[in-house]
T-cell receptor
Framework: GEDVEQSLFLSVREGDSSVINCTYT??????LYWYKQEPGAGLQLLTY?????DMKQDQRLTVLLNKKDKHLSLRIADTQTGDSAIYFC???????????FGQGTELSVKP | DAGVIQSPRHEVTEMGQEVTLRCKPI?????LFWYRQTMMRGLELLIY????????DSGMPEDRFSAKMPNASFSTLKIQPSEPRDSAVYFC??????????????FGQGTRLTVV
């Protein structure tokens, strides 16, 4: 079955690193994604990783993929108050265009 | 392009009434998704279309829910009759599935539905 799981909340201090974790079930996923949702808005793509990669870095963002354990993480370096949002992990399921999202992790950044 | 456009942004209706949510995807995109977001259940995929054809509607909760895509630039999600437990934010998203591409999904601003 399709399932993407995340922890619901994370609180960090400004300037610290944040690590948001996600587990998924579909081993045939080709792409895995991180989306960000700010209050009252739709989701926006932050970054993605192809399933044959272990790591992808994009400025303050680092994505790590452990395909054996079906574990994905997003690290935000030097977290800022503007990073406060809900972060969703998603997988592209099987061969189609279907995107399955986790429940979202609410990141709270304290000054 | 203006992005994915949803209307209305907010809808308040009485239980038993019919509700129609509308979506205009990004021009040229061949996938369209309807999601529902609630505090309890997170973001759930209700149905998605490819080239205007419904591919998977297994997420549609009940027969009260129906979705159509009469052409490439318009889709509707209808709830009839509506119930208080349908209160949620409904998102439409579209994507273009290129060969070998990541197929980023672009989301609309959502419709906040309140059924009283």
């Amino acid at each position: 079955g399709e399932d993407v799981e995340q922890s619901l909340f994370l609180s960090v201090r400004e300037g610290d690193s944040s690590v948001i974790n996600c587990t998924y079930t579909d081993s045939s996923s080709t792409y895995l994604y991180w989306y960000k949702q700010e209050p009252g808005a739709g989701l926006q793509l932050l970054t993605y990783i192809f399933s044959n990669m272990d790591m992808k870095q994009d400025q303050r963002l680092t994505v790590l993929l452990n395909k054996k354990d079906k574990h994905l993480s997003l690290r935000i370096a030097d977290t800022q108050t503007g990073d406060s949002a809900i972060y969703f992990c998603a997988e592209k399921y099987n061969q189609g265009g279907k995107l399955i999202f986790g429940q979202g992790t609410e990141l709270s950044v304290k000054p | 392009d203006a992005g994915v456009i949803q209307s209305p942004r907010h809808e308040v209706t009485e239980m038993g009434q019919e509700v129609t949510l509308r979506c205009k995807p990004i021009s040229g995109h061949d996938y369209l998704f309807w999601y529902r977001q609630t505090m309890m259940r997170g973001l759930e995929l209700l149905i998605y279309f490819n080239n205007n054809v419904p591919i998977d509607d297994s997420g549609m909760p009940e027969d009260r829910f129906s979705a159509k895509m009469p052409n490439a630039s318009f889709s509707t999600l209808k709830i009839q009759p509506s119930e208080p437990r349908d209160s949620a934010v409904y998102f439409c998203a579209s994507s273009l599935r290129g060969v070998g591409g990541a197929a980023e999904a672009f989301f609309g601003q959502g419709t906040r539905l309140t059924v009283v």
